[in-house]
């Protein structure tokens, strides 16, 4: 079987790295390219055709000033569905992407399906339209959105799971005692941390780091932590920081998550890898800052919530601080009950164990694998 997967970021990669492992488990003389990351690499055995750090933009200005490159990736990735035919085209997340990629490999009769479903149900809700036509099935990693498609006349959605449980469990079942940890990371300062999570795109550390440096330092009984992303060099996080002592942790957030008091966790799939670690937290989103950008978004999005840990549980569990409300003085507000024994700390923790209910028990991973596998046959 030919198997073609498309991750463009960061958590794609990882979940989409599991993915490979559970499929190759199925079927190992599968034959799997992708465009993907370094964890999909040690998966598959072999390099991508493309590295996601090419694919990975954000942001209308961002993506319009990188259009020919992007247009040059969709090219290649067509260029291989018409010239390698696989079996399946496997779509993972990334939809601006990958929805375009779907409406070609439909129109050259090449089967795709979805492994973590856009987020449409946030906003651009239009792309059911092309789900519908283009995409066979979706692998939901979201309890929540096999009845939003059910609603929307799309009944091939199925929930496998969440990935980041199974992640996770594995991470905590395997991590270095403190003591070990700090050594190896180069952590001397005994004082209790504050981990800090700005994000995994250049323009969220930018936007998000700097203002979580500006509020970790009201305390000055803690220390703050950086964890920062595989595919960002250290140099950049001193250059926004502006700090020369800045702590900075590579391949350990969330050993580093465990071994804090709380965290500043920017909007992502980090905030629902905090609440599953068990660490209270401030989601922090700032990008431009403007309240009129937050008037356009409350008016696109079509949720309530943005932060993941919210959206599944339906209720408030960790506070959401974004765009022009995403300031020091909302930052303190919020962290300060979470640094101590307090009636808001033993909420989110409470949140947190409903949230693990809602997950389930499926390996995501695994499960999805073998559906994909019995789609084939």
Excluded at 118 to 143: D, G, H, M, V
Excluded at 149 to 156: E, F, I, L, N, S
Aim: aromatic share 10%.
């Amino acid at each position: 079987m030919k198997i073609m997967i498309i991750a463009g970021e960061a958590s794609g990669d990882l979940h989409a790295s599991y993915l490979i492992k559970s499929l190759l488990k199925e079927k190992g003389d599968a034959e799997i390219r992708f465009f993907g990351g370094d964890l999909m690499e040690a998966a598959a055995g072999h390099a991508p055709d493309l590295h996601y750090r090419e694919l990975n933009v954000m942001g209308f200005v961002e993506v319009a000033r990188h259009l020919p490159a992007i247009m040059r990736n969709l090219k290649l990735a067509k260029d291989i569905l018409r010239r390698w035919r696989p079996d399946l085209l496997i779509l993972v997340d990334f939809p601006g992407f990958n929805l375009r990629l779907a409406k070609y490999a439909h129109k050259i009769g090449v089967r795709c399906e979805y492994y973590i479903s856009p987020k449409i149900w946030a906003w651009k809700e239009w792309r059911i339209r092309t789900i519908r036509k283009c995409i066979s099935r979706i692998y939901s990693i979201l309890p929540f959105e096999p009845d939003f498609y059910k609603a929307r006349g799309y009944k091939d959605d199925i929930y496998v799971g969440n990935p980041s449980v199974q992640e996770i469990e594995h991470i905590m079942n395997h991590i270095s005692p403190l003591r070990h940890f700090k050594e190896r990371q180069g952590i001397t300062d005994d004082r209790p941390i504050i981990a800090l999570l700005p994000g995994s795109r250049r323009s969220e550390i930018k936007a998000n780091l700097p203002l979580m440096i500006a509020a970790a330092r009201r305390y000055p009984e803690f220390q703050y932590v950086v964890a920062a992303a595989s595919a960002i060099p250290e140099v950049y996080y001193r250059e926004v920081a502006q700090d020369p002592g800045l702590k900075v942790v590579f391949g350990g957030a969330m050993t580093l998550v465990k071994y804090s008091q709380a965290a500043l966790v920017t909007s992502g799939t980090a905030t629902l890898e905090t609440a599953l670690v068990g660490t209270p937290q401030v989601v922090c989103y700032r990008a431009n800052g403007k309240r009129w950008t937050y008037n356009i978004m409350e008016k696109l999005l079509h949720v309530k919530y943005v932060s993941l840990p919210n959206l599944i549980v339906g209720n408030r569990v960790v506070p959401e601080l974004l765009l022009h409300n995403c300031t020091t003085e909302n930052i303190v507000r919020e962290l300060s009950p979470l640094l101590q024994s307090s009636p808001k700390r033993e909420w989110q923790i409470n949140g947190y164990k409903m949230m693990r209910r809602k997950l389930g028990t499926s390996v995501a991973a695994d499960y999805a694998a073998e559906l994909i596998m019995e789609s084939d046959k």
